[in-house]
């Protein structure tokens, strides 16, 4: 099977602007998480998308969002970038809620 | 705020020795979870314990759980180069429904 995949593996940016990133699951996972990773404040949960419904939501401003959709992929989309934006974006799925997560190598997202 | 709390925050070992990881938790929780990450890539799964359980094995590595300390332990023996990498240590909150992750102990074994 293959593993999950995120695009693009760079991305800079500048503030203000917006950014969308990609996820594909593992196929016929259903659950699909997106986490922040900084040196600073480490893994920060950003929300979980369960066909289709976002299940979860992290504590992270209403410019983070994000969709799933019916074949289970999902994106991100961050508007108005700031630099503490500046950050690994991983995505991980699973089979259900609480079972072990496969992760993808992430999106490395820089905002000058 | 992260829920698991790792223990060390990094620790430097001679390869063929043992490494012992600690997590402790806040909550009450499903089961707790154990991941690797090499540098720059994604977290892998290593291990899940689930809160009945007080150890589990897998190859050369030992988890213990301890619910009445809310904490846990990640031992792995007979190190190698290879296990160069941060560990981190995830709870399945029961409320929140989400995996929160620990700060994560950076692990080198040195040649």
């Known amino acids: 099977k293959a593993g999950v995949t995120q695009t693009p593996r760079y991305l800079i940016k500048t503030r203000g602007q917006q950014v969308t990133l990609s996820c594909s699951p593992i196929?016929?996972?259903?659950?699909v998480s997106w986490y922040q990773q900084t040196p600073g404040q480490g893994l920060q949960f950003l929300f979980e998308?369960?066909?289709?419904?976002?299940?979860n939501k992290g504590n992270f401003p209403g410019r983070f969002s994000g969709r799933q959709f019916s074949n289970s992929r999902s994106e991100m989309n961050v508007s108005t970038l700031e630099l503490g934006d500046s950050a690994l974006y991983l995505c991980?799925?699973?089979?259900?809620?609480?079972?072990?997560?496969?992760f993808g190598n992430g999106t490395r997202l820089t905002v000058t | 705020s992260q829920q698991g709390e790792e223990d060390p925050q990094a620790l430097s070992i001679q390869e063929g020795e043992n490494a012992t990881m600690n997590c402790s938790y806040k909550?009450?929780?499903?089961?707790l979870q154990w991941y690797r990450q090499n540098s720059g890539r994604g977290l892998v799964h290593l291990i899940l314990?689930?809160?009945?359980?007080r150890e589990k094995h897998s190859g050369r590595l030992r988890v213990t759980l301890d619910t009445s300390k809310k904490s846990s332990s990640l031992l792995i023996t007979a190190s190698r180069a290879a296990d160069t990498a941060s560990y981190f240590c995830?709870?399945?909150?029961?409320?929140?429904?989400?995996?929160?992750f620990g700060q994560g102990t950076r692990l080198t074994i040195n040649p």
């Open positions: 991980a799925s699973s089979l259900e809620w609480g079972s072990p997560l496969h």
């Open positions: 196929s016929g996972h259903r659950s």
């Open positions: 998308y369960f066909s289709e419904t976002q299940r």
């Open positions: 909550t009450s929780i499903n089961n």
């Open positions: 314990i689930r809160s009945n359980e």
């Open positions: 995830a709870t399945v909150d029961q409320g929140a429904q989400k995996l929160v």
